[in-house]
């Protein structure tokens, strides 16, 4: 399961990383959130070394999500290099979240 960020820790874990990083904005009552989790999952699991996963719970860091726009949970932001690269919000594929990183792993 992808490790929780907040705002004490986004910029470490997010801006600063040297890989890019799929950061998932789920709340806990969302079911579309839960149905992605085990995509989310695979992802993690796949791309390991390559990819870094972070999940942040909009209910607990809301000034994380307002921060970056985010208006209906789950919502993607791939981000390369401290930059926001790529976003897509409700249920996806794996195909589609990977193609937020085209090019980078």
């Given at each position: 399961?992808?490790a929780r960020a907040n705002a004490e820790n986004f910029e470490e874990l997010?801006?600063?990383?040297?890989?890019?990083?799929?950061?998932?904005?789920?709340?806990?009552?969302?079911?579309?959130?839960?149905?992605m989790a085990g995509v989310v999952g695979d992802i993690e699991d796949d791309?390991?070394?390559?990819?870094?996963?972070?999940?942040?719970?909009?209910?607990?860091?809301?000034?994380?999500?307002?921060?970056?726009?985010?208006?209906?949970?789950?919502?993607?932001?791939?981000?390369?290099?401290?930059?926001?690269?790529?976003?897509?919000?409700?249920?996806?594929?794996?195909?589609?979240?990977?193609?937020?990183?085209?090019?980078?792993?």
């Amino acid at each position: 399961m992808a490790a929780r960020a907040n705002a004490e820790n986004f910029e470490e874990l997010v801006l600063k990383s040297e890989l890019p990083v799929l950061v998932d904005f789920y709340s806990d009552s969302c079911i579309p959130c839960k149905m992605m989790a085990g995509v989310v999952g695979d992802i993690e699991d796949d791309y390991e070394g390559k990819l870094n996963v972070y999940k942040v719970n909009v209910n607990f860091d809301e000034s994380l999500a307002s921060k970056y726009e985010v208006l209906a949970a789950p919502t993607f932001v791939a981000f390369n290099k401290g930059a926001e690269t790529g976003r897509i919000a409700g249920k996806t594929t794996k195909d589609a979240l990977l193609g937020l990183f085209e090019g980078l792993v």
